[in-house]
């Protein structure tokens, strides 16, 4: 490992860790993140001549909790937090009280009184620590308008209120589940984007794999969590298989399956089977399942559909919305036929017109029954509704190969 | 932290006065508002006449302009308010979240502003 990737990895260990002790300390998330900031900026010039310190961590909240004093000094709307902050100056929390810090930075940042933008934001600002450009080139975005999203959420936190601290157990369901879904939100847009050129965002899926693993930390036997976790690496395992060589989309069923990544499988199945010992079902872990389903197939033809079809049938009994029972017709068309699949979705028709998978999958099962012109109908559907030009470019050709094929 | 839980509602859901719902519930109100005033955060609060007691004051270029009724006609009117002092958001929700009425209306968690903090209030 080069001595920058070492400083990297550092700060990518620290960050959430520093930020939530001061967030803590100084019961304000702008005046921490800022402090952290400079005191990370501080670290890559010190380190980079005097070499990295015993331990990193003490370091950097040190140099920050320094930074915030001076600060506090100038303003006086502050002086009162000053005196816990200067006798707590040497004080280094232990392992298990920022274990707690974090968990709380974790379920400020993704309270319910925060629209879903602000949420995702903060979240990959404030715990993985990504900087406001890498957080706009994700959601393309410009940066200023992410700095602005930033602020005025963090802004909202202060008027409102907006506690870091873990819930109380009466609610801690409820919010664990809106924590567990601003993770599972950076996960799908990392996964399938939904507008510009590339299919990935390779950087929200890593982002949301080491959120998932972190909260697996943090709250150990949670079996919502461990689905979570296992979810999104079964998903993201699939990666290098999803795309060719020149970016474009390749089919669960053509993917060359020695490509997908057999670490991460391993790490996702392990949590699943963790998750399924708790005896406590939920959403992601019955998603999970499906995608562990997928990852352990040998090939499209020999996945255990009919499985994969029972655990929709569940999932859909608990929480029954549109986009799930589309995805249920895929493995409907498995298992009865590309008829059958096509029945279910028409029921669907009326509340996801506007969504563009059920149009591509209603024109790939269309094309299945030799109903070619409805087909090329029906993706055209799709493309109009997408905002993803590799996705766009991908159902061009889908069409030109039936045409081919027709003629 | 200081808050208003704003109590908004359609005054013709929920129990009308005079029946042995609206009975029933003045109950729950007695005993909600007991529950706030022994925690210690009460801080004052008013349940407030229909909407059609109300009168609404403007004044344009100097001259006082009196209008009958409510500044907007909204489906959802304000009834009452609660002012209570607590730690955060989560403890004034958690109060919002016991409001005899929150069932059928809408409880609207505004923090109060701290004036100190503004520029000027030396």
């Known amino acids: 490992m080069s001595a920058d990737d070492a400083l990297t990895e550092i700060f990518r260990t620290e960050w959430s860790r520093v930020v939530a002790t001061l967030v803590r300390e100084l019961r304000d998330l702008e005046l921490a993140e800022d402090v952290a900031q400079e005191a990370f900026v501080e670290a890559s010039t010190r380190w980079a001549e005097d070499g990295v310190p015993r331990r990193p961590g003490a370091w950097l909240l040190t140099t920050a909790r320094r930074r915030a004093i001076d600060r506090l000094r100038r303003d006086r709307r502050f002086a009162n937090r000053l005196p816990d902050l200067v006798t707590g100056d040497t004080e280094q929390p232990d392992d298990r009280t920022i274990a707690d810090d974090q968990l709380a930075l974790i379920f400020g940042c993704c309270h319910p009184a925060l629209d879903d933008e602000a949420r995702v934001a903060l979240t990959l600002r404030s715990v993985a620590g990504l900087s406001t450009r890498e957080i706009a080139r994700a959601f393309l975005v410009t940066e200023p308008t992410m700095a602005k999203r930033l602020v005025r959420a963090k802004h909202r936190i202060r008027a409102t209120g907006i506690p870091f601290t873990v819930p109380e157990s009466d609610r801690l369901a409820d919010r664990l589940s809106a924590v567990c879904g601003v993770v599972y939100a950076i996960f799908t847009e990392g996964h399938r984007r939904s507008d510009g050129v590339e299919l990935l965002r390779p950087v929200l899926c890593d982002e949301a794999i080491w959120l998932a693993e972190t909260l697996v930390e943090l709250l150990p036997g949670d079996p919502e969590v461990l689905g979570l976790a296992a979810l999104v690496l079964l998903t993201d395992a699939r990666r290098p298989a999803r795309t060719d060589e020149d970016g474009n989309v390749v089919l669960l069923a053509d993917q060359d399956r020695s490509l997908w990544d057999r670490e991460k499988i391993d790490r996702g199945l392990a949590y699943l089977g963790a998750a399924h010992r708790r005896r406590r079902v939920g959403v992601y872990q019955l998603l999970a399942s499906i995608a562990s389903l997928h990852a352990t197939a040998e090939s499209h033809e020999t996945t255990a559909w009919s499985s994969i079809l029972s655990v929709y049938d569940v999932l859909l009994l608990r929480y029954p919305t549109p986009v799930l029972a589309l995805n249920r017709a895929v493995a409907v068309a498995e298992v009865h036929g590309p008829d059958a699949a096509l029945g279910a979705i028409d029921e669907l028709a009326g509340s996801l017109d506007d969504y563009e998978y059920l149009h591509s999958t209603r024109a790939e099962l269309l094309h299945r029954t030799g109903r070619t012109d409805e087909a090329a109908a029906a993706m055209g559907r799709a493309i109009g509704l997408s905002g993803n030009d590799s996705e766009i470019a991908w159902m061009r050709e889908r069409i030109a190969s039936w045409e081919r094929i027709a003629d | ?122």
């Open chain 2, 1 to 122: 932290m200081m808050y208003a839980l704003l109590l908004y509602g359609d005054e013709n859901v929920g129990p009308q006065p005079g029946s042995e719902e609206f009975a029933e519930e003045m109950k729950e109100w007695f005993v909600y508002t007991q529950a706030v005033e022994e925690a210690g955060v009460m801080r004052g609060g008013e349940a407030l006449q229909p909407e059609a007691a109300a009168t609404t004051v403007r004044v344009r270029d100097g001259k006082t302009v009196i209008a009958e009724g409510p500044f907007a006609e909204t489906k959802e009117a304000l009834g009452g308010f609660y002012l209570i002092d607590v730690e955060d958001l989560d403890a004034a929700i958690s109060w919002a979240e016991r409001i005899p009425s929150v069932g059928y209306g809408s409880v609207e968690v505004r923090p109060v502003m701290d004036t100190s903090e503004l520029p000027g209030m030396e």
